[in-house]
């Protein structure tokens, strides 16, 4: 149910009736309860376009738009708002079907295909907070897309490719002859990356040997391969742990690493002069990108080829561009990375879109988001100053919700306590990410995060054990309640229509790649819920039945909804806390 497009087809209708066509059709939430849910606000744009009174045109168009079903009372208010009020049946309707449906009223797109990057860790190093955000956003989003009906295919674009290679491979090489084995030797990787750096820097003769390594792992030395091969699996190993502990649904068959576009770099190169969008420059192949100059007028300045005939991170991401557009036919591209990347995605759409690697029609869209800062304001470090580890910092999570689990009076069992307090722990980091715009810094708190109350995920996990409980309760299950919704209290009324913009909320999510606003979504719904709870009295003896059975299956419809955003966020819920 989208009450929103909903009223947009019946105001287009009531303009069409009237003569008017290609209009805009502005309709939207009204600000206070007293001026119903909805307005319609375009009688002042057309008022001026066709030389009339706005409140003339309200009236006429009043007279033409039928809403005898959803609206319970419509009125023109200030200078030409008609303000819609809907109706408590419609509402009980409306929500009645959505309790009944499997996907809880909300109908899917119209299917597109979708290529998700996101995560995307560089091997050479362990997973760090840096990666944090693009791996929990980019799965809600993914997860989010996928329920709305769209084939969605993700992309891991994993840095395992790149110079700094061969002092790796040279040092694992190194340890292999002393007869460690690969897991034991890359069992840290920050360790490891930190020692061959070391060397690289200082030991007689090492860089030399590094170098050489790049070349045999460029012409695809047979013997290099294989330890790339090894010191690759091992690192994504380490990945997959973190994804595992995160509840996160990459696999290896969505990894597409940077070395998978080897073999692309040079006819892309290739393409590119023929075309004329790169020329040369000092030895090395550039792209002038006028639509970029700085205040003096200089081209911005996008290399796609080094002097020494090297690729680049850019020449790795448009070949990525032409695959997704050219052989997956992805109609929109998603991209999730840190905002310091924005400027490298506009050059490479400009320049991608001026090879024809992408249709007019197809999207790409850099979906950037801000640092996750500690409590100095600063990025957020170890207390040595070091970067966070993922897994540490996922553990650290669980180990806090263990405690402040421990001093509440639960009534659950130790293993209980366990499964809660990771799904409360890893909830509260997911969550505190997700529920964030993404656009802008963050600073990260344990207390905040952790909290049962607020804007947090232990708090939505509570509401939705609440709604369990209240079940338990009335000795009967959510799914077996006969029941037929009807809508008499302001809270409920209140509460069917929070129920029922599930729909609006998810289209602005897949549209923006913002998973906060289903926060601020359940966030509210579950608020509305509480507020219903203690003015709407359910399981009291002189309650009557119907009175009980519809306000159990709006408590029912709550808790599917939160049960859907949350599992779509990737959080899980729990039946007791
Ligand atoms: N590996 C990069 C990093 O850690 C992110 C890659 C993002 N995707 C892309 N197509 N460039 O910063």
């Known amino acids: 149910m989208n009450i929103h497009a909903l009223l947009i087809s019946r105001f287009s209708q009531a303009l069409a009736d009237m003569g008017i066509a290609d209009a805009p059709v502005p309709v939207a939430r009204s600000g206070r309860p007293e001026f119903g849910e909805y307005q319609f606000n375009g009688a002042m744009a057309l008022a001026k376009k066709l030389k009339q009174k706005p409140r003339d045109i309200a009236a006429k168009v009043l007279e033409h738009v039928k809403l005898d079903d959803m609206a319970s009372k419509l009125e023109i208010a200030g200078p030409g708002f008609i303000n819609i009020h809907l109706a408590d049946e419609w509402l009980a309707t409306a929500c009645q079907q959505a309790l009944e449906d499997t996907r809880s009223g909300v109908s899917e797109q119209d299917p597109k295909t979708i290529v998700v990057d996101y995560s995307s860790p560089n091997l050479a190093k362990e997973m760090h907070v840096g990666h944090l955000r693009t791996t929990i956003i980019g799965d809600a989003v993914v997860k989010l897309l996928e329920f709305l009906g769209h084939k969605v295919i993700r992309q891991n674009h994993m840095g395992d490719w790149g110079t700094q290679f061969g002092m790796l491979l040279a040092h694992l090489s190194d340890k292999l002859n002393k007869n460690q084995v690969a897991e034991t030797a890359l069992s840290d990787l920050e360790d490891f990356y930190r020692e061959a750096k070391v060397r690289f820097d200082e030991e007689e003769g090492f860089a030399d040997r590094a170098r050489e390594y790049v070349v045999r792992l460029q012409s695809g030395d047979q013997q290099c391969a294989e330890l790339w091969h090894l010191f690759i699996d091992v690192s994504i190993s380490h990945s997959e742990e973190v994804y595992k502990k995160l509840n996160v ?125 500690g409590s100095d304001g600063k990025p957020f470090k170890t207390r040595s100053g070091g970067t966070v580890k993922l897994v540490e910092l996922l553990d650290e999570a669980v180990e806090r919700a263990a405690k402040l689990l421990a001093e509440r009076d639960t009534g659950l069992d130790i293993d209980e306590l366990k499964e809660v307090a990771r799904k409360v722990g890893i909830g509260a980091v997911k969550y505190a990410d997700l529920s964030k715009n993404r656009t802008t810094d963050y600073v990260f708190n344990w207390d905040t995060m952790l909290s049962f109350e607020g804007n947090t995920a232990p708090y939505l996990q509570y509401a939705y054990t609440r709604v369990q409980s209240l079940f338990r309760k009335a000795e009967v299950a959510p799914t077996a309640l006969q ?95």
Request: contains cysteine.
């Open 249 to 373: 649904s990459l696999t290896r068959a969505d990894i597409m690493g940077e070395s998978a576009y080897n073999d692309d770099l040079a006819p892309v190169v290739a393409e590119l002069k023929e075309k004329n969008i790169v020329v040369e420059d000092q030895g090395a192949q550039v792209a002038f990108i006028p639509e970029l100059a700085d205040k003096e007028g200089n081209p911005a300045v996008y290399i796609v080829q080094k002097s020494g005939g090297g690729y680049l991170y850019a020449t790795t991401d448009l070949a990525a561009m032409r695959y997704r557009s050219g052989k997956l036919k992805a109609d929109r591209t998603l991209i999730l990375t840190d905002a310091r990347q924005a400027l490298h995605f506009k050059q490479t759409e400009i320049v991608g879109r001026k090879a024809g690697f992408m249709q007019p029609e197809q999207t790409y869209e850099h979906c950037p988001f801000g640092m996750m800062l």
């Open 483 to 577: 029941a037929r919704i009807s809508i008499e209290h302001e809270q409920e009324h209140a509460l069917a229509v929070q129920l029922l913009q599930l729909e609006e909320q998810l289209n602005v999510v897949a549209r923006d790649a913002t998973p906060h606003v289903l926060c601020s979504y359940l966030y509210d719904l579950a608020s509305h819920f509480m507020s219903f709870y203690e003015a709407c009295p359910i399981l009291k003896s002189d309650v009557p039945a119907a009175t009980r059975d519809s306000r159990l299956a709006l408590a029912a419809l709550v808790a599917k909804e939160l049960r859907l955003g949350l599992e779509l966020l990737g959080i899980e819920t729990l039946d007791k806390m």
